[in-house]
């Protein structure tokens, strides 16, 4: 038993315990302390690559003590890491080597908590992906969630990052403790922890109404950290003001970990038991498409970029769940691809809009219009990026969208299809606006929206502005990060190999096998066949097509203006403000309430169409 | 009795969850959290009790005798911690949102909207 | 020894643990509801302590004594600690930000 | 949204989740009626497999250790984040002790306070200490004993003043101990890495006798560890907060 996966979770954790102990010495000593929190997360990207390659073969499971299941019942907790667990986990592990290089030079004065909170940030996410017993998986999330609250208010001198922080902690915890509920009752009726025993427990029945509340319940928190609507609305309060690298990781990798677990939950303990019915497929898909749609709308009227960004990232969330929720192999390859590819991109371009910050010192679309001009690879960088997040051919958001869409015409649902392309376009719209503008100077600069001029203005702190020239430990990370998302999509045969990654995910008897009794299936049985991973022309037509119309809704947002047919002073959906700010309300007492009334809502269509 | 301590638990989330949604003061709103989590510690340790059984202490009684779960008490412990931490946290928001915003009213904590 | 007591429950009979469990239950059930009612923080501290109080009676009653350990030293003492500190340094902020607003407009003369 | 179109909307949802929530718990055995067999198995095997009478205790130091390993480093994590929320920051500064109503110095804590809480919190440490040495025998561990230490700490507040307060608990050795507890506990399992174990695993001798204090091997071990972080980051917490209320400057 190879002891890389408890060492993954607990070298980052022993490094952080180190760094706090020795804090009087290396407070002041900046690059020591940089230069081991860069080597400790790129380690555990090492061992989780190895674990990724290892897992290619069979899960990957470790019993923690020891305490191997002895007929069919576990005692201890497991890690079972397969492919996509460790790739996920791996993922978010390079995100956090990339932003502590970034962090090298960008912070004004940095105690050892950024450090450590890092560190402790990198190892929940790694002990979330990677467990195999569902509390486990709840304390992991918490870890995550603390360390990930702790660094949204990194900036306490400012208001933006205490309401973020607040909010994000907030929900979080709620949706928390709701998914600790259902853990309480699934518990209840197997007297089982370890997700595959679980899983086996509530197969033998028909399920019932505690089998359907305890999904609804641990899946809500999940959803909560997800930002699938109405859960979503923590997001853009929390990422628009965490420290961007910080950001890095929120929209990379952490709300992709919340569908992750989501999936994780469904396909490992209630896939079998609720019996892979249309009904999961419809509401999952409903509030997918819901969210890529509603996020890629409030992304384009927005003006900060940060926040821009943010909700860019719930629109991908829901292009995440709509994958997910197809429940086919090549569905969830391409979720697994297109996560991948999105991370490196989205990365890339909140490190680029961290140096506009770092030199020009503020986030505001408008003050910016046409002053990064002299950022020149910054600029080539950024618009790179924004087309990888318009999905053109061949960045791996183009490869994994395919999929999804292949996917779902075969499952008679290519309607989609124009949904996904849609909200594709729009969010690319919006990013390549934003490049277009801030650092080329094209079209007029967008009128000041009061509001979110004082929002912007706050921005102050983070960074020392207007410093001479770009660091090289600044660029270098964001243009590696934009190349990688071209190159996964250049993998020969990546389709074929996580495809096959995505049927054993997909496999709940084999997976408790593997758990169980530490038997491998060598053949899998797929609920649905595997797809044609290869380019089509269908593929190629609706990269190109969500590509071409991100540069014209860009070209439009720029120029609108100038068109003859519009007037001057015409604002498009000038009449919705009021509405959209009142679901956005940045008040805590809402978003509760919109969780309790999605729970139900979910909960209710749940009861109706499963039992 | 069979069902009487889960309607309790339903009973304490939906008050915590009022509290929260109603609340105007950031102060109240966190002990309504903290009521929220409650409930998870009352179902755990309701589900794991066994009518007429033990504690799971064999010090001075004989090991064969029939002791309630012991695994809900250890997540309930973890549950426990999991509340001082979240609650610690987020104290030291609002001391400091208090500093930034004059008020901790959660309807006049609003910097980013819409 | 204390810890006896706390482990042996024999001298409970079955019917009376139920009476007493439903009681506490009862007990619990008002008394989230009186810490979600009671609006003044600084109260409210002292009502959540007692309802701390009352669960860790409860997880006594359900046979959980680690349980009732812990809550008693977290739901009952130290987070009322920590939420007095948090509420002292908030209401001296408000009462010096009063006075200064005071001093403001009764000009200096005063003192 | 208005505040009576939020208390609406909320009732609707809550009376919903609260009927999905009732319809869930419907379905579990009824209270009293624990079905295993997690529970049981430990009961059954926990004792003879490791010589610890307090099987929650065995539960969460050794079966499901792992769960406290996070555990732990969740309350590191918060303790950290109090501690980068509540820095000083540009233009804050501590203000000297005053009372501030009558613009005159505090009045000093009388004697008899001083003496009552000191005499107090001798037996406090006495009985922290007890607890978290004794997890493996009764209902205790380093949880509980860690917290009753750190209100030792309060009582010495009480007694004296922040300052003295601050003196006996320095942020940097605070620091350093509830780094030293929550590594601790991790580098146990690591040891047993390094000696060819599956992490966590309990390496040390269990001794002879279940119950007796000596006994059950990591399991005493790690409470040792957990008290010293618990009581380090509630101390630090406690300290952190109260620094704050000696604060001004900055204020919006």
Known sequence: ?611 | MAFFPFVVVVWILAVGLYGMVTSRHLMHLIMCLIVVQSSTYVLLLGVGYKTGAVAPYFFDIPVHTPAVDPVVQALALTDVVVEAAVTALLLAFAIQAHKRFGTLDPHELVQLKG | MAVQAVVTPYSVSPGLMDVLQVTILVLVAAGATAVVLTRDPVRQVIVLSGYGLLMAVLFLAFQAPDVTLSELTVGAVALPILLMLALAKVRKADSVRDRERDGERHGKGDK | MSSRARLWLFLAGMAGLAACYLWGLGGLPGFGHYPGPYGDIINRIAVGQTNATGVVSAVNFEYRGFDTVGEEFILFAAATGVATVLRHLRGERERPARDEAADRDAPPTSSAIRLSTLMLAGPTVVLGWWLASHAQTTPSGGFQGGIVLATAFILIYLAGQFLAFKRFSPVDVTDAVEAVGAGGFAAVGVTAVAMGLPYLTNFLGLGSKPGAVSSSGTIALISFFVGMEVAAAFVLMISELLDQTLLIGQES
Request: net charge positive; proline share 4%.
């Open chain 1, 1 to 611: 038993m190879t002891p890389l996966p408890a060492l993954a979770v607990v070298v980052p954790l022993l490094m952080a315990a180190a760094i706090s102990a020795l804090n009087p010495l290396l407070r002041r000593r900046r690059r020591v302390l940089d230069g081991a929190a860069i080597l400790t997360s790129a380690a555990v990207a090492v061992m989780l690559a190895v674990i990724m390659v290892k897992a290619a073969h069979g899960e990957v499971i470790y019993w923690f003590a020891g305490f191997r299941p002895a007929h069919g019942a576990a005692i201890g907790i497991d890690f079972a890491a397969g492919p996509l667990s460790a790739g996920l986990a791996c993922l978010a592990a390079v995100l956090v080597t990339a932003s502590m290089t970034f962090s090298w030079r960008y912070f004004e004065r940095v105690a050892t908590y950024y450090h450590v909170l890092m560190l402790t940030f990198l190892a929940g996410m790694t002990g979330f992906c990677l467990t195999g017993d569902i509390f486990d998986l709840f304390v992991w999330f918490e870890l995550m969630g603390v360390s990930a609250y702790a660094l949204t208010a990194y900036r306490p001198e400012e208001r933006g990052p205490l309401q973020g922080a607040l909010n994000f902690a907030i929900t979080n915890s709620v949706g928390a403790y709701l998914s600790l509920s259902g853990i309480a009752l699934i518990y209840g009726r197997t007297g089982a922890l370890n997700m595959a025993q679980i899983g086996a427990a509530i197969s033998r029945h028909r399920p019932d109404g505690l089998v359907v509340i305890a999904f609804l319940l641990i899946i809500t928190g999940l959803l909560i950290k997800g930002a699938i609507v109405p859960f979503h609305l923590w997001l853009p309060d929390a990422h628009a003001v965490a420290p961007t690298p910080v950001c890095v990781l929120f929209s990379g990798v952490m709300v992709e970990l919340g569908l992750y677990g989501a999936a994780r939950v469904y396909w490992s303990m209630f896939g079998t038991a609720l019996g892979h019915r249309a009904a999961i497929t419809g509401i999952l898909l409903t509030l997918g498409l819901l969210t890529a749609v509603l996020g890629a709308l409030y992304c384009v009227r927005e003006r900060h970029i940060k926040r821009l960004l943010a909700f860019s990232t719930i629109s991908h969330a829901g292009i995440f769940l709509a994958g997910i929720a197809l429940l086919t192999p090549l569905g969830l390859a391409g979720v697994a691809v297109y996560v991948a590819g999105h991370a490196l991109v989205k990365a890339s371009l909140f490190l680029c809009t961290g140096i506009v910050l770092h030199r020009l010192g503020s986030v505001n679309e408008s003050s910016l219009h046409g002053r990064a001009r002299h950022l020149r690879i910054t600029g080539v960088v950024f618009t790179v990026a924004a087309l990888g997040l318009a999905d053109l051919p061949w960045f791996a958001t183009f490869a994994g969208k395919g999929w999804i869409e292949a996917s779902a015409s075969v499952r008679g649902m290519a309607w989609i299809t124009v949904l996904l392309i849609l909200s594709s376009a729009l969010v690319g719209g919006a990013v390549l606006r934003v490049a277009g503008g801030v650092f080329y100077g094209l079209g007029d600069p967008p009128a000041e929206d009061p509001q979110m001029a004082e929002q912007s203005s706050e921005e102050t702190s983070e960074t020392v502005a207007d410093k001479g020239r770009t660091p090289l430990t600044m660029i270098i990370p964001a243009a590696v990060l934009a190349a990688a998302a071209l190159a996964v999509g250049l993998i020969p045969d990546l389709g074929r190999t996580v495809q096959a990654a995505a049927v054993r995910f997909q496999d709940q008897a084999g997976y408790n096998a593997a758990v169980l009794a530490g038997r491998h299936l060598a053949h899998p049985a797929a609920l649905f066949p595997a797809g044609d991973s290869g380019i089509t022309a269908a593929s190629v037509a609706s990269g190109v097509g969500s590509a071409a119309g991100a540069l014209v809704l860009a070209f439009l947002g720029l120029y609108w203006r100038r068109l003859p047919l519009l007037r001057r002073g015409f604002e498009p959906g000038a009449g919705l403000g009021g509405p959209i700010r009142a679901f956005q309300s940045g008040v805590i007492n809402d978003y509760v309430t919109w969780i309790v009334a999605g729970v139900a809502c979910v909960g209710g269509v749940l009861a109706l169409t499963l039992r």
